[in-house]
């Protein structure tokens, strides 16, 4: 298993500016995954973090508008920058302890409101 | 990319009754898991069903896998208040990241 602890729990921001959501985990993970979830919507994966290397994007992701860093197998940090009111969704991270067709363990996630 | 389609959409029972939602998927998967998911926070990890697997149980749940047929079912027996959450099926075909459908919302009464 995995205790994942992600920051802020919400916050609420200024249209083009950006948020840093942190996430933590209690022990060394390979795979960690950042998704959205729009209101009232399904989670959408936005990207793969991978400790060393550029974070690997899903289709309509890019990096200038989520930058991801992810210096150990611990933590990771996804920015939500030039913000919108569209960016407005919870933000989640989520990992795979257990590896390639495991479970997975989500923070609580990011309540993000853009005004 | 979407990969599960949840059915129905918002489900309302009462305590006591049996729910069952259903989910849909389009790809190939090497597993299928569900998730709840309690006032659009962090998701709970309720089953994982294997390609090879027809039917798994944990507790009050069943779930089953219809492969040919490309879809899961989720059975809540004698539900209660507390599983009034959103419930959501996942589909891994990459061995990693999960592909989650729109999710039923279950509602229920005393």
């Known amino acids: 298993s995995a205790v994942i602890s992600q920051k802020p729990s919400r916050d609420i921001c200024q249209r083009g500016t950006s948020l840093t959501i942190q996430c933590q985990v209690d022990?060394?993970?390979?795979?960690m995954f950042w998704y959205r979830q729009q209101p009232g919507q399904s989670l959408t994966l936005i990207a793969t973090?991978?400790?060393?290397?550029?974070?690997?994007?899903e289709s309509g992701f890019v990096i200038d508008k989520f930058p991801i860093s992810r210096p150990n197998l611990t933590f990771s940090t996804l920015t939500v920058s030039n913000l919108s009111p569209e960016d407005s969704s919870i933000y989640l991270c989520?990992?795979?302890?257990?590896?390639?067709?495991?479970?997975?363990?989500f923070g609580s996630g990011t309540q993000l409101s853009v005004l | 990319s979407q990969q599960g389609e949840e059915d129905p959409q918002a489900l309302s029972i009462q305590e006591g009754e049996n729910a069952t939602m259903n989910c849909s998927y389009k790809?190939?998967?090497?597993?299928l898991q569900w998730y709840r998911q309690n006032s659009g926070r962090g998701l709970v990890h309720l089953i994982l069903?294997?390609?090879?697997?027809r039917e798994k149980h944990s507790g009050r749940l069943r779930v089953t896998l219809d492969t040919s047929k490309k879809s899961s079912s989720l059975l809540i027996t004698a539900s209660r208040a507390a599983d009034t959450a959103s419930y959501f099926c996942?589909?891994?075909?990459?061995?990693?990241?999960?592909?989650f459908g729109k999710g039923t919302s279950l509602l229920v009464t005393p």
């Open positions: 790809t190939s998967i090497n597993n």
């Open positions: 022990s060394q993970v390979t795979m």
């Open positions: 069903i294997r390609s090879n697997e």
């Open positions: 973090a991978n400790q060393g290397s550029e974070a690997t994007y």
């Open positions: 989520s990992v795979g302890p257990g590896g390639a067709n495991e479970k997975l363990f």
């Open positions: 996942g589909g891994s075909n990459s061995g990693y990241a999960l592909n």
